[in-house]
């Protein structure tokens, strides 16, 4: 079902986004040729900085894709918690100016039971987060996928997917592939929603897929 810019229906797709902010949400953000337009979302997704906001990063550090790691890069940032897992045995380590923890094994179940380690430790804190108070941003799929059988990557996602919802967080995961890419298929049914994202005449769009309303938005600037 595609959505027009009439506005009832634009009232439907807006009352739909405002839903997964306040319920939690994890959403699947793909998109190839677009790393402009994969930053500029990343940034969005991980909503204004506030006193109470606690942003977790999941990176995959592959010397075959770029990443938004320059956001916790910038020591402007607010980044409570990153967790970094090299592909690249023979990379070295960066010195990061915010509290990271590298995972050096190659089994994702350690680097699934560290992000949600970082999830336990933000709710205690909090005594309790609030919806969308928790933002993970999870940077990139596509190497995990050259690296581990997909139904092993499947098992990781739906043990983190299902931890964000459990604590009403906002999660958003990168894979730098085209919409109809099976891959995408694959994982589609973990998230609540794809953010697919395009680059044209050096302007970033974005286009929400609610698979489980059947709504499809308009290509919008990101």
Do not use: Y
């Not at 020591?75 to 690249?88: F, G, Q």
């Not at 928790?134 to 043990?159: V, Y």
């Not at 894979?175 to 970033?204: G, I, M, N, S, Y």
């Amino acid at each position: 079902m595609g959505i027009d810019r009439g506005a009832g229906q634009s009232a439907t797709f807006s009352q739909e986004l405002s839903e997964l902010k306040q319920e939690g949400s994890n959403l699947l953000v793909v998109g190839t040729g677009c790393l402009g337009a994969h930053q500029r979302a990343c940034k969005r997704l991980l909503g204004e900085e506030t006193p109470d906001r606690r942003r977790l990063f999941a990176i995959v550090e592959s010397p075959d894709v770029d990443s938004c790691r320059h956001v916790p890069n910038d020591p402007c940032e607010s980044v409570d918690r990153l967790i970094v897992r090299n592909l690249d045995d023979d990379r070295p380590t960066v010195n990061r100016p915010v509290p990271t923890i590298h995972v050096d094994t190659r089994l994702l179940s350690v680097f699934g039971a560290e992000i949600n380690v970082a999830i336990d430790e933000f709710e205690q804190a909090a005594q309790g987060l609030t919806p969308a108070q928790l933002r993970l941003c999870f940077d990139s799929l596509g190497p995990l996928f050259a690296q581990h059988e997909p139904q092993t990557l499947f098992r990781l996602l739906h043990l983190v997917t299902a931890r964000m919802r459990q604590v009403s967080g906002m999660g958003h995961f990168h894979l730098r592939v085209d919409r109809d890419d099976d891959h995408v298929k694959l994982l589609e049914p973990l998230f609540d929603a794809v953010v697919e994202l395009r680059t044209v005449d050096e302007q970033h769009e974005q286009r929400w897929h609610i698979h489980e309303k059947g709504l499809t938005s308009d290509w919008l600037s990101i």
